[in-house]
């Protein structure tokens, strides 16, 4: 789209250089497609430009791996293969291509598109936020008075196409911890179609090998996540996911309407937790109780499913 209200494009990572009509441009897919008006009645006015930023995609260190805003989707999709984390027992890594796949995305949007871009647009269905969520991701943001601050991904964002950010804030990166990263995962996710964005998106973790944290996303307007001491039962989770996620918080959209992303939850949360509570590498898990089969469900299921055991 034609952006024919832009003065200026300046390259700069200094908040302070921000002002009212400014907007960050990191790979720019989204802000290109929404044109002047992304933000509101104001035009945008200037673009600050990160594209010389220089920041180093992915730092792996033994107290995990470290996301620049800056990464872009082929980058983030390379890391399980880079030999920064070769020999590393962190199997949870699996998820990065399962949430990657996720986008269903172009030659454009994998090359372009960056971890930055995906959480700070805050869709419901971001699959980089599914990641950096259910793998307790912490995220860095700059101010433009000087100052940082930390903020869990799982209250990054706050709504539909809302976060916490401030005018003139950036993200600078996201960290993912090695702990997370060593975790048994399971992941689950549906769509309307084959092809189609995510209706309902969520992550299994047995932190330490017992606790489980279940991350639901997609399916509502945003992250949920439930913490259990250990793998509950059946009617737990229910109840627990009863009084997490009221009605008006599952997302409405094209995509799916909000009863069936209730119950593809429910559904695909019982699973996760029936995978998490038998043996590891167990296969053939047999899903029961009153999810299986769900209500109301005339929808295809999505071309990805994952589980991995440590």
């Known amino acids: ?14 908040p302070a250089q921000w002002r009212d009509g400014d907007a960050w441009l990191a790979g720019g897919t989204v802000l290109f497609s929404y044109g002047s008006y992304a933000f509101g009645p104001q035009p945008l006015t200037r673009l600050l430009d990160l594209g010389g930023a220089g920041w180093t995609p992915i730092t792996v260190t033994d107290d995990g791996t470290e996301l620049a805003a800056t990464c872009t989707i082929a980058e983030l999709y390379a890391l399980p293969d ?8 962190w199997p949870a890594l699996d998820l990065v291509r399962a949430c990657c796949d996720s986008f269903v995305a172009s030659f454009k949007i994998w090359n372009m ?3 930055g871009g995906n959480l700070c647009t805050s869709l419901p269905a971001g699959p980089v936020i599914s990641l950096c969520a259910g793998l307790d991701g912490t995220a860095t943001i700059l101010a433009p008075d000087g100052t940082s601050r930390l903020v869990p991904v799982a209250d990054f964002i706050t709504g539909d196409a809302t976060n ?7 993200l600078r990166s996201v960290h993912l911890p090695a702990s997370a990263l060593a975790s048994r995962v399971a992941f689950r996710r549906l769509s309307l179609s084959n092809l189609g964005r995510s209706g309902a998106l969520l992550i299994g973790r047995l932190d330490g090998g017992t606790s489980l944290i279940l991350t639901v ?3 509502t307007r945003r992250p949920v996540q439930l913490r259990f001491d250990g793998v509950p039962e059946a009617d737990r989770l229910a109840a627990a996911l009863d009084d997490a996620i009221p009605a008006a918080l599952y997302h409405d959209d ?5 009863a069936w992303r209730r119950d593809m939850t429910y559904r695909l949360a019982e699973e996760i937790r029936a995978e998490l509570s038998a043996p590891e590498g167990a296969h053939d898990i047999p ?12 929808a295809q299921t999505g071309p990805t499913t994952l589980s991995k055991g440590a």
């Not at 832009?6 to 200094?14: G, L, N, S, W």
């Not at 880079?82 to 027992?89: F, K, L, N, T, Y």
């Not at 916490?164 to 950036?170: K, Q, R, Y």
């Open 164 to 170: 916490c950010l401030a005018p003139g804030e950036l």
């Open 254 to 258: 094209i995509h799916g309407l909000p």
């Open 287 to 298: 899903v029961s109780g009153d999810f299986w089969p769900p209500r109301a469900v005339s």
């Open 113 to 115: 598109s960056t971890v």
């Open 82 to 89: 880079s030999p920064e984390v070769s020999g590393r027992a």
């Open 217 to 219: 996303t997609a399916a």
């Open 1 to 14: 789209m034609d952006m024919n209200t832009i003065e200026a494009v300046v390259r700069t990572t200094d």
